[in-house]
């Protein structure tokens, strides 16, 4: 129950900041490439947050970047902030990445982030 309740902030919450998202990442990337408006959404930037990701452990990883030393990039990241993800956090023991989660409340039908990320 609390792990559905969680999830399902997680997902509100992107799709609540999706527009503001979309609009300052990917809108203009969207629109340079001609996709469809239809076709932009929730995966789309779930792409562009992964490939943010992945760009910023290629960049740790050196001039010459390898599997381990990717890995050793990502290892790198402690409270990395993508957007409207929770900050991002890899260790050497920890792979998981993100551990953190907001609580929102329902306001006269709006829903309001009512803390800051929590452990």
Sequence with gaps: MVLDLLWTHVLV???VLLGKV????IGPLC???DVPKPYIGLYHYYGFATAQLLV???ERAGRNPTRKSLV???ETLKDWDVGSFPPITYGRNDHAGVDKVQLVQMQNGEQVVITDWLE
Excluded: A, S
């Design 13 to 15: 919450k992107w799709l």
């Design 22 to 25: 979309l609009l300052l990442h």
């Design 31 to 33: 629109e340079k490439y």
């Design 56 to 58: 910023e452990g290629l």
């Design 72 to 74: 050793r990039g990502l």
